[in-house]
């Protein structure tokens, strides 16, 4: 930020410096009640006062305008529960500014026909209040840039953004747009995937692989037998287990779908709830995508094993600066770049999300990254001494992945 303007008295531009006492005064009272009555005495002229109280409001805007605001990313399939946790998040309100951004081909119908009597038949490309301190919008174009637009044309008045996206998006593609512009100066970064499961459904949607008969049709079908569902929750950073009142007489029930999801993603914190109901500090600062956000020690395990989309976790020996060199160029990116031509025969699947924690010599580093894109942070000091890396995606092989670890960093 470039330095403000000195607007102090100066005797060329404002003229010889006024007395504050005129020498008619009797006493200190006087003298007192003579400064106040008139309100002060202007040292420096009109003008520079108004140029100053000018350049402090820019000044102002400036530093709120370059602070970067968090978005979450709300996905999760038709009926799950997004419209209704969008609505809930809405009502309470919270002590952050909230701003809700529906993707217009969404799925929340209730916050879209408030919007729509609030604004008549036409594309929300401007924030409505929602009350509670809660903004709202729609586009049809949910790229940084047009986030980027709005925030500034709104300035102070959004600390947090939720995006909602339709129910057969892959948040992947979203989640990588906004990191990758992180790097660009953007006024805006990623700060986590959050996905709405339906609790009664979901173990159907996640079997049912036929495009003729999936419970949502044949655009959430993809290939290799897996579904957008298997995606949403390979990237979900927290997990909203909705609609429990439709099965929570039915232990056995719960106990199953629990070791689905965990073969899914073995790390992700899991929410139960009824009605979306959750208590919104719950979704906000999850900084799933920085330093602060490291694996944690053994997630819960599964003793279900879908093939299809799996996690591996692999923990190892600290390394050397020359090792984590090698590490990164013949492990690392073998593993995340092999559409771009780096490949091992012996390695199958695609990764789709990876965190780790590293220790090179005597720094902590961390990874993050998603499908192709990774970064490595300088973390805070950790009492582990022990490397923890996990990779969650498709076909992933854990033997075949520790084999090629192992004849790295032998």
Not at 25 to 41: A, M, P, Q, R
Not at 216 to 222: F, I, K, S
Not at 273 to 290: E, P, S, V, W, Y
């Amino acid at each position: 930020m470039s330095a403000l303007k000195d607007y102090k008295y100066n005797e060329e531009e404002d003229g010889e410096l006024p007395s504050l006492v005129t020498g008619t005064e009797s006493d200190l009272n006087d003298i007192l009640n003579h400064v106040k009555s008139d309100g002060g005495i202007n040292i420096v002229s009109e003008d520079k006062i108004a140029r100053t109280n000018l350049q402090n409001s820019n000044s102002d805007n400036s530093t709120t305008s370059s602070r970067k605001i968090p978005v979450s990313i709300i996905t999760g399939y038709l009926g799950s529960g997004k419209s209704t946790l969008l609505e809930k998040l809405a009502q309470k309100g919270s002590d952050k500014k909230i701003a809700v951004i529906l993707n217009e081909f969404g799925d929340s119908s209730e916050i879209e026909k408030a919007m729509t009597i609030r604004n008549g038949e036409n594309s929300y490309q401007e924030w409505l209040d929602l009350g509670n301190g809660c903004l709202c919008c729609s586009l049809k174009n949910v790229g940084v840039k047009a986030i980027e637009d709005m925030i500034q044309r709104s300035p102070g008045k959004i600390d947090y953004i939720l995006l909602e996206t339709s129910g057969i998006a892959d948040p992947a593609p979203i989640a990588k747009m906004f990191w990758q512009d992180e790097g660009l100066n953007s006024n805006v970064y990623i700060d986590g995937i959050i996905t709405v499961l339906d609790c009664e459904h979901i173990v159907k949607c996640l079997d049912d692989v036929s495009e003729q008969t999936h419970w949502h049709g044949d655009q959430v079908v993809l290939e290799d037998k897996l579904t957008i569902a298997h995606l949403q929750i390979a990237m979900a950073d927290r997990l909203i287990m909705n609609k429990l009142d439709r099965i929570e007489n039915d232990e056995n029930k719960i106990m199953k779908l629990e070791q689905r999801i965990r073969s899914i993603n073995s790390e992700v914190p899991m929410f139960y709830t009824k009605f979306a109901d959750i208590g919104i500090d719950k979704l906000l600062d999850l900084h799933a995508f920085d330093a602060r956000n490291v694996p944690q020690k053994g997630g819960s395990g599964s003793t279900f094993h879908d093939p299809r989309m799996s996690t591996v976790t692999l923990n190892f020996r600290p390394l050397k600066t020359q090792e984590y060199e090698k590490f990164e160029k013949e492990f690392l990116q073998v593993l995340l770049w092999k559409e771009m031509g780096v490949c091992n025969d012996n390695i199958q699947g695609e990764v789709q999300r990876t965190k780790g924690l590293l220790l090179v010599d005597d720094k902590v580093r961390v990874l993050q990254g998603v499908r192709d894109t990774y970064e490595v942070f300088d973390g805070e000091e950790t009492s582990s001494r022990t490397c923890r890396i996990v990779f969650i995606g498709k076909s992933l092989d854990q033997k075949s992945i520790a084999d090629l670890l192992h004849n790295v960093i032998k």
